[in-house]
């Protein structure tokens, strides 16, 4: 191998351990961003449970002020059953009576059944408060790590790329494209051996994608330093090392 495919093998192994550590960098903000999102959820679950309660209480007052003016309807009917002149007089007003209190019965049990509904909503927003004080603190401490381990990664990123930048300094521009362009495609990794499929035969494969290469292309990487990509993947080929 000359000079340019052993500086890209190196730029390579480099170009590894910069992408190993920027993942674990993007993990981390990751996690935070996961949490947040959960505490999102639970806050928007708390604004839908005060809405209903705010809704159910205007609700129940609506009820309640119908309550209030059809006791006074009962009361006149009440009165007036007194001042009754005859009994025709007397059981019309005493069906008219009782039918509004059954009214006013079948009310007073809506306006129960609101509030048993208001007091479970509000039983269910204390639970939801309980856990977003829960996540609220989880988060913090996650914060909290999170940044004092992305300032070490960053700082090993840093370090890193000053190696980065030195092995690629003598690699060609074009060539330096190409193995950037290739690592964009593949997570990081441009460089793929040809592996020889066994020791008699000359028969050589991609190790990136596992297509078979021709021999004038395995010929030209034994004798030329210069980039071949494998047609089927494109990445760029270089010949395992012979041990
Ligand atoms: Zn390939």
């Not at 700082?155 to 060609?172: G, H, L, M, N, T």
């Amino acid at each position: 191998m000359g000079p340019i495919l052993n500086g890209l093998v190196k730029l390579q192994s480099v170009e590894n351990r910069l992408r190993v550590v920027k993942s674990k960098l993007a993990r981390a903000r990751r996690k935070v961003i996961f949490l947040e999102n959960q505490l999102r959820t639970l806050q928007s679950e708390m604004e839908a449970k005060q809405e209903e309660i705010k809704l159910t209480k205007v609700q129940t007052d609506r009820l309640e002020l119908e309550l209030k003016s059809r006791d006074e309807h009962i009361a006149k009917f009440r009165a007036a059953l007194n001042l009754a002149k005859t009994n025709k007089e007397y059981s019309a007003i005493l069906t008219e009576l009782n039918t509004s209190k059954a009214d006013n019965l079948k009310l007073e049990n809506q306006v129960l059944d609101l509030m048993k509904n208001v007091d479970a909503d509000e039983a269910a927003c204390a639970q939801i408060q309980e856990q977003i004080d829960a996540e609220m603190a989880k988060l913090g401490d996650l914060r909290k790590g999170t940044e004092t381990q992305a300032v070490e990664y960053q700082k090993e990123i840093d370090e890193i790329q000053v190696e980065w930048d030195a092995a690629s300094r003598d690699i060609p521009a074009d060539v330096l494209e190409v193995f950037n362009r290739v690592a964009e495609t593949y997570d990081g990794e441009a460089i793929a051996l040809a592996d020889q499929q066994n020791e008699r035969v000359q028969s050589f494969n991609c190790n990136g994608c596992f297509m078979g290469i021709p021999a004038e292309v395995v010929n030209k990487l034994m004798t030329k330093d210069e980039i071949i990509r494998c047609t089927n993947c494109t990445r760029i080929l270089v010949l395992k090392a012979s041990e």
